[in-house]
């Protein structure tokens, strides 16, 4: 898919003679300001401008569903960097700004103010949208989303005892608000319309053990159960009504029904886009002088030979280490195995890789007592994805299985009594 238009091999060096041109980054999440913070740390010396839509500088977004809900976290703490960081690197961050054009052609974007800025390297780092549903009520007052402190903040307000929080959507987020609200006095009920939640993103293993976890701490759920509205009282939400004409009463609802890729501006530049914008390994678009990282990205990925989409911050952090090490002339990094967490009460949860080409899956350890592991194997054996719950160095052998591509042994692999370095020998 993107030999067709690769850049030249040697354009690291041909970059990496001049670090004087001027880089503007839209999207001041966790890729953009990371990337601004590296082409310094790897001696870019030009104009750096970092634009972000929000009012507040880069921050992480992991901890609005968990420490920033249950008043553990503040603007502070969730901080990537201190604000004077910025001017005392010399990067310009321009905050509540937003893009409305890119002009490829002359090297430019157009705020949405009318301003234009010059650019000789242009990387995106939009992130993506919470996809919306299109039902009677959704604009309802108290119908919520999450992806922004300020979706956070109005979560927060609408939870504590007595209160009633239904969430849309049995996803990671979905879960995690249901946690939260949980630890703060709500009610919370998970509607999802799959026969079990996390079905689109982990195997039936770990979703069977997350609904009994929740359920253990009075969560309720509606599986095989779609929404056809929310129900209005005073002009805010009072209730969901689900596609077997019953009303779940509540007091707030959250949707969290997976997110689209911000890519209008891409297509706009002429970037070839697919459900993301698409990129190679060192987040090259289709259009020269143009980069894109992070959440809005559809890229190659390793080991898998295939192509997607990652909402991830070690996905943002390792395309900012790849776009910067480009443009600064250093050489590529070498590709790093996708992985995720999530934090539910007092579970850690960590995942590596993708269950790509699997076949079988290994359990190690005991779902009931909390502390397991799901290997995923393809059929030489390899480790494709690993699955871990309180179970770190499962997490990390899992890891090193799938960079070092060499087949394990599965009578090993489920046997508690072989220590995970004996699994590796």
């Given at each position: 898919?993107?030999?067709?238009?690769?850049?030249?091999?040697?354009?690291?060096?041909?970059?990496?003679?001049?670090?004087?041109?001027?880089?503007?980054?839209?999207?001041?999440?966790?890729?953009?300001?990371?990337?601004?913070?590296?082409?310094?740390?790897?001696?870019?010396?030009?104009?750096?401008?970092?634009?972000?839509?929000?009012?507040?500088?880069?921050?992480?977004?992991?901890?609005?569903?968990?420490?920033?809900?249950?008043?553990?976290?503040?603007?502070?703490s969730l901080a990537l960097r201190p604000l004077n960081f910025y001017g005392e690197h010399d990067i310009t961050l321009r905050l509540s700004t937003g893009v409305s054009l890119i002009h490829p052609a002359s090297h430019a974007v157009e705020l949405a103010s009318g301003e234009r800025l010059d650019y000789d390297h242009l990387i995106l780092a939009v992130g993506a949208a919470a996809r919306r549903?299109?039902?009677?009520?959704?604009?309802?007052?108290?119908?919520?989303?999450?992806?922004?402190?300020?979706?956070?903040?109005?979560?927060?307000?609408?939870?504590?005892?007595?209160?009633?929080?239904?969430?849309?959507?049995?996803?990671?987020?979905?879960?995690?608000?249901?946690?939260?609200?949980?630890?703060?006095?709500?009610?919370?009920?998970?509607?999802?319309?799959?026969?079990?939640?996390?079905?689109?993103?982990?195997?039936?293993?770990?979703?069977?053990?997350?609904?009994?976890?929740?359920?253990?701490?009075?969560?309720?759920?509606?599986?095989?159960?779609?929404?056809?509205?929310?129900?209005?009282?005073?002009?805010?939400?009072?209730?969901?009504?689900?596609?077997?004409?019953?009303?779940?009463?509540?007091?707030?609802?959250?949707?969290?029904?997976?997110?689209?890729?911000?890519?209008?501006?891409?297509?706009?530049?002429?970037?070839?886009?697919?459900?993301?914008?698409?990129?190679?390994?060192?987040?090259?678009?289709?259009?020269?002088?143009?980069?894109?990282?992070?959440?809005?990205?559809?890229?190659?990925?390793?080991?898998?030979?295939?192509?997607?989409?990652?909402?991830?911050?070690?996905?943002?952090?390792?395309?900012?280490?790849?776009?910067?090490?480009?443009?600064?002339?250093?050489?590529?990094?070498?590709?790093?195995?996708?992985?995720?967490?999530?934090?539910?009460?007092?579970?850690?949860?960590?995942?590596?890789?993708?269950?790509?080409?699997?076949?079988?899956?290994?359990?190690?350890?005991?779902?009931?007592?909390?502390?397991?592991?799901?290997?995923?194997?393809?059929?030489?054996?390899r480790v494709q994805a690993v699955e871990a719950i309180n179970a770190p160095a499962e997490f990390m052998a899992g890891r090193q299985f799938i960079g070092s591509r060499k087949p394990v042994a599965p009578e090993k692999l489920r046997d508690m009594s072989i220590s995970m370095k004996e699994v590796?020998?």
């Amino acid at each position: 898919m993107f030999g067709a238009w690769r850049e030249p091999a040697t354009v690291a060096d041909q970059l990496g003679q001049d670090m004087t041109g001027r880089v503007v980054i839209v999207g001041a999440g966790h890729a953009g300001g990371t990337a601004a913070a590296l082409l310094r740390q790897y001696g870019w010396t030009g104009p750096i401008t970092l634009l972000g839509d929000e009012p507040i500088a880069p921050y992480q977004r992991p901890p609005l569903s968990k420490a920033w809900l249950k008043g553990e976290a503040d603007a502070d703490s969730l901080a990537l960097r201190p604000l004077n960081f910025y001017g005392e690197h010399d990067i310009t961050l321009r905050l509540s700004t937003g893009v409305s054009l890119i002009h490829p052609a002359s090297h430019a974007v157009e705020l949405a103010s009318g301003e234009r800025l010059d650019y000789d390297h242009l990387i995106l780092a939009v992130g993506a949208a919470a996809r919306r549903l299109t039902i009677p009520g959704a604009d309802l007052k108290g119908v919520l989303e999450l992806r922004t402190a300020a979706d956070a903040e109005l979560l927060k307000t609408a939870l504590g005892p007595g209160r009633r929080l239904a969430v849309i959507g049995g996803g990671y987020v979905g879960l995690e608000a249901a946690a939260s609200a949980r630890a703060l006095g709500a009610e919370a009920v998970v509607i999802e319309r799959e026969p079990r939640v996390l079905a689109r993103v982990a195997c039936e293993t770990l979703s069977s053990f997350f609904q009994t976890y929740h359920r253990d701490r009075g969560v309720v759920f509606e599986l095989n159960a779609g929404v056809e509205a929310f129900v209005a009282r005073d002009g805010a939400v009072s209730g969901v009504q689900l596609s077997d004409g019953r009303v779940l009463p509540c007091d707030a609802a959250l949707v969290g029904v997976g997110a689209i890729a911000h890519e209008s501006l891409a297509r706009q530049a002429g970037c070839a886009c697919e459900h993301g914008v698409i990129v190679d390994a060192q987040g090259r678009t289709s259009v020269s002088g143009i980069y894109a990282i992070g959440d809005c990205t559809r890229r190659p990925l390793w080991p898998y030979g295939v192509e997607g989409r990652l909402e991830s911050v070690p996905n943002a952090l390792e395309q900012a280490k790849q776009v910067a090490a480009l443009l600064c002339g250093k050489p590529a990094p070498p590709p790093e195995t996708p992985w995720f967490w999530s934090d539910q009460y007092d579970l850690k949860l960590q995942i590596a890789g993708l269950p790509h080409h699997a076949v079988r899956q290994i359990v190690r350890g005991d779902p009931h007592a909390a502390k397991f592991a799901v290997f995923h194997l393809d059929a030489e054996n390899r480790v494709q994805a690993v699955e871990a719950i309180n179970a770190p160095a499962e997490f990390m052998a899992g890891r090193q299985f799938i960079g070092s591509r060499k087949p394990v042994a599965p009578e090993k692999l489920r046997d508690m009594s072989i220590s995970m370095k004996e699994v590796a020998a």
